[in-house]
């Protein structure tokens, strides 16, 4: 018990560090969401909101919990503090500024002045792909980031990056689902290359560049949380879920969270989605008028959710999200706006999707979801409500198990049924 009591103290202490960089967002593929979720279907901590990612300063309160929790074992204890230990070299909240410490992290990270900290630094990344197909495929990229982090006053944490993009693009060597490209933009040829670069797969290397830049800040003891940034989002319960999932290319979007208390919250992004001009050789061009399509992909997204939970561990929501074209439209800005209603009125240009969900999280059991959308309504024709050809609706369910072995483990069965031009 002592034992546990001075580890508690010593992470406590470890834990309060996160101060200067509490508002800065916890990547989506963080193990630190696998460890909240299972500590939820444990028992050990509420149910939390299905907006993520979460603030450090969220994450870090979650993690001193599941830590202190007796029904945490010491080989889980083990787990979060070497997850302490990984936030901490990431962040560098360290400030040894030492050569060798500059070498072994990649940044640099300045003495406190007034409040405020400074961390300068660079990294590297390469992904080399082979695919084996009816065509032989190579695809490289190759990026290196050079960024700044901070946090000014203890009050704005922000982060910022400039990418140089290298990369031969071959889509040939991934499974359609799994092609993406950072340059959401368009490759160059600023170091000579001759060869056509504006479409995949390239024949020699394009050079381009990536951003993911954020700003945010917390106010109200965390009640309220603001960020404006180019990040991953996941908003809903399961995988890959029917509103926001996780798996989609990061995009600039101003959002806010507002979590009064602990049975609502209420959620708002808009932003503005990339537009490739990397098409594939062979891809056929958009059929219809040209000039309606001119611009089918210069897109803007906006999405709400509200959650509430009247009863210890059920949590229900209902989203709306719209897809909507690039110009200057309030409608879509207002937090309280309907947006069925406002692309009603202002001409039904845009393309919106309304849904529903929730979850019920059976302490030390598990957690059963289920969710379902709607991009196109228009026969409440009896029986025939999913297969008429006019109602475009999406289904999701699943179940997640918290298992009794290993650091944390859970299994997710979930099944999903998605309709033609979803």
Request: proline share 4%.
């Amino acid at each position: 018990m002592k034992k546990i009591i001075v580890i508690s103290l010593l992470l406590s202490l470890s834990l309060a560090l996160f101060a200067g960089v509490s508002s800065i967002s916890v990547p989506i593929d963080s193990d630190a969401y696998r460890i909240i979720d299972t500590a939820e279907l444990k028992g050990i901590i509420p149910s939390q909101p299905d907006v993520r990612p979460y603030t450090y300063d969220k994450v870090k309160g979650l993690l001193e919990d599941i830590y202190a929790s007796p029904k945490t074992t010491d080989g889980e204890r083990k787990v979060i503090e070497g997850l302490i230990q990984n936030f901490e070299r990431t962040l560098g909240i360290g400030k040894d500024a030492s050569f060798s410490n500059i070498l072994k992290n990649g940044y640099f990270s300045g003495p406190e002045v007034d409040n405020t900290t400074l961390l300068v630094g660079a990294k590297f990344k390469t992904q080399e792909t082979l695919g084996f197909g009816e065509e032989k495929a190579f695809d490289s990229r190759n990026k290196l980031t050079a960024y700044i982090r901070g946090e000014l006053f203890d009050a704005l944490s922000f982060y910022m990056d400039f990418g140089v993009c290298l990369d031969k693009i071959d889509h040939r060597a991934f499974l359609i689902t799994d092609f993406t490209h950072e340059c959401e933009g368009f490759y160059m040829s600023l170091l000579g290359s001759q060869s056509d670069i504006n479409e995949s797969p390239f024949t020699a290397f394009g050079d381009g560049f990536a951003m993911n830049p954020e700003i945010a800040t917390s106010l109200f003891n965390g009640a309220l949380a603001i960020r404006f940034g180019a990040i991953k989002r996941d908003w809903g319960p399961g995988l890959n879920n029917l509103g926001l999932s996780g798996s989609a290319r990061t995009f600039d979007g101003f959002e806010f969270t507002f979590n009064p208390a602990s049975w609502f919250s209420i959620s708002v992004l808009t932003g503005s989605l990339g537009k490739s001009y990397l098409p594939m050789k062979g891809e056929a061009a958009p059929v219809g008028d040209s000039k309606l399509h001119s611009n089918a992909y210069d897109n803007n997204f906006s999405i709400q959710r509200v959650e509430i939970e009247p009863f210890n561990g059920f949590r229900a929501a209902i989203l709306e999200s719209v897809v909507w074209r690039k110009r200057f439209e309030l409608a879509y800005l207002n937090p309280l706006c309907v947006y069925m209603f406002a692309q009603n009125y202002i001409g039904d240009f845009d393309n919106v999707l309304a849904g529903v969900d929730f979850s019920y999280t059976w302490n030390g059991i598990g957690r059963f979801y289920a969710a379902m959308a709607l991009d196109e309504f228009n026969s409440l024709n009896g029986g025939k409500v999913l297969s008429c050809a006019r109602n475009i609706i999406a289904l999701q369910a699943g179940m997640e198990v918290a298992v009794p072995f290993g650091a944390f483990g859970k299994m997710t069965i979930q099944g999903t049924y998605i309709p033609p031009f979803f």
